[in-house]
């Protein structure tokens, strides 16, 4: 059964289409959004793509289990955002939770440095060589 007809007859009609609320919150009418509401939509998406372009950049330069940890900021951001907007501070559980996993991180980085583990970003791979090269010397034989 296709929830299409229920969308459409929720969005063309005036009344209540049952008398559950979790259903008609999901098939209510739709509700552009004001200057204010899309001006804020293109901020967060000019945002989300600096950010992507910025984290594949750093990947691209610099070793992944260098760049890794600095995504950890994540972690305590979503912890204010939880406090400060919502009210709701995380129990015992969440904060051993997230402890681990920024232990994990921080040893991961020290371990790699103490080991003097290679990387693969050291050894030259063909896609990244080739884009080094001119037009003209891609698909020569040495």
Known sequence: VSALPLVA?????????????????????AVFPTFVEVTFFAICACAVLFLSFASSYAYRNAEASLVAPFEYVAIPVSVLWGIFIWNEWPDALSWLGMFLILLGGIYAVYRERRLNIRVASDIPMPASTGMNMGKNQINRDP
């Open 9 to 29: 007859y929720n969005m063309f009609s005036s009344h209540k289409l049952s008398d559950n609320q979790a259903l008609d919150f999901l098939l209510r009418k």
